[in-house]
Nanobody, 115 residues
Framework: QLQASGGGLGQPGGSLRLSCAAS????????MAWFRQAPGEERESVGS????????KYTDSVKGRFTISRDNAKKMTYLQMNGLRPEDTAVYYC??????????WGQGTLVTVSS
């Protein structure tokens, strides 16, 4: 199971950090991913991190602003969001992927970027 937290109100240009806590066994082959869904839009991938190797990928719109990291010992995944923009407003979800398919989803946490 996954539990996401850390959402809230952020100012344009500001920062927020989201956390995703995992319970149960974490397999090295997992990829932990962050998705987001803005109002009236489809869910989109934000980025991901390989649980064992720690390699990351990001969608173009967040490259250079967002950073995904993980703490294997604590079974935590993080999404550090810097340089926030109003268009980053969305519900953010963490997910565990296995062979590219989601096997578990967090409940979603709302991020609102507004002055």
């Amino acid at each position: 199971q996954l539990q996401a937290s850390g959402g809230g109100l952020g100012q344009p240009g500001g920062s927020l950090r989201l956390s995703c806590a995992a319970s149960g066994r974490m397999f090295g082959s997992y990829v932990m991913a962050w998705f987001r869904q803005a109002p009236g839009e489809e869910r989109e991938s934000v980025g991901s991190i390989r649980w064992n190797m720690g390699t990351t990928k990001y969608t173009d719109s967040v490259k250079g602003r967002f950073t995904i990291s993980r703490d294997n010992a604590k079974k935590m995944t993080y999404l550090q969001m810097n340089g926030l923009r109003p268009e980053d407003t969305a519900v953010y979800y963490c997910a565990a992927l296995l062979s590219g398919n989601p096997v578990s989803w967090g409940q979603g946490t709302l991020v609102t970027v507004s002055s």
